[in-house]
T-cell receptor, first 115, second 113 residues
Framework: GAGVSQSPSNKVTEKGKDVELRCDPISGHTALYWYRQSLGQGLEFLIYFQGNSAPDKSGLPSDRFSAERTGGSVSTLTIQRTQQEDSAVYLC?????????????FGPGTRLTVL | SQQGEEDPQALSIQEGENATMNCSYKTSINNLQWYRQNSGRGLVHLILIRSNEREKHSGRLRVTLDTSKKSSSLLITASRAADTASYFCATVRLSNAGNMLTFGGGTRLMVKP
């Protein structure tokens, strides 16, 4: 079946604008994760969903970042009033369940550039 | 924040040689995983080793785990040009409610034909 998909693949925005990044997980996967990868910070966890709820938002860097998941499927990561330090590749992953050994399957990422 | 360090940061070898990458981490873990990334985009899961395991094999990959030293190594035998990529270790912590991955800094591997 299809893997994890993300859109857009690239997004260029101006400082201060809001952006929405979308993730379509693998069908049937209940767990969904957002990570970001930047030159300065490497790969870092942002938020985790189990179903539609987010029991762990500890990685969100500021209150400008929010995410939701609807229908236990699609997730949207929203960044308000973007800053240049938000420039990064945003990666989404899904896994079948919350078991610690469940493999996380990653999407291709959205490269965000804030000018 | 990153869990730990990987070394070397970059590794260049000839096709056919073995490549060894090391990873250290800081906290108690449930398991440790290795991922591969091509061209700075999606990550591909390679292998998982549980905290009660010491060694695991998958094809040309061999992973070791030393929980007393909080370290792991990934060995790729008989490397190929197609193995050129970045390799990351990632840990799932013992007390994780959500099993999120904490990544190391990665090793950039170049295999010359």
């Amino acid at each position: 079946g299809a893997g994890v998909s993300q859109s857009p693949s690239n997004k260029v925005t101006e400082k201060g604008k809001d952006v929405e990044l979308r993730c379509d997980p693998i069908s049937g996967h209940t767990a969904l994760y957002w990570y970001r990868q930047s030159l300065g910070q490497g790969l870092e966890f942002l938020i985790y969903f189990q179903g539609n709820s987010a029991p762990d938002k500890s990685g969100l860097p500021s209150d400008r970042f929010s995410a939701e998941r609807t229908g236990g499927s699609v997730s949207t990561l929203t960044i308000q009033r973007t800053q240049q330090e938000d420039s990064a590749v945003y990666l989404c992953a899904s896994s079948f369940g919350p078991v610690s050994t469940d493999t996380q399957y990653f999407g291709p990422g959205t490269r965000l550039t804030v000018l | 924040s990153q869990q730990g360090e990987e070394d070397p940061q970059a590794l260049s070898i000839q096709e056919g040689e073995n490549a060894t990458m090391n990873c250290s981490y800081k906290t108690s873990i449930n398991n440790l995983q290795w991922y591969r990334q091509n061209s700075g985009r999606g990550l591909v899961h390679l292998i998982l080793i549980r905290s009660n395991e010491r060694e695991k094999h998958s094809g040309r990959l061999r992973v070791t785990l030393d929980t007393s030293k909080k370290s792991s190594s990934l060995l790729i035998t008989a490397s190929r040009a197609a193995d050129t990529a970045s390799y990351f270790c990632a840990t799932v912590r013992l007390s994780n409610a959500g099993n999120m991955l904490t990544f190391g800094g990665g090793t950039r591997l170049m295999v010359k034909p």
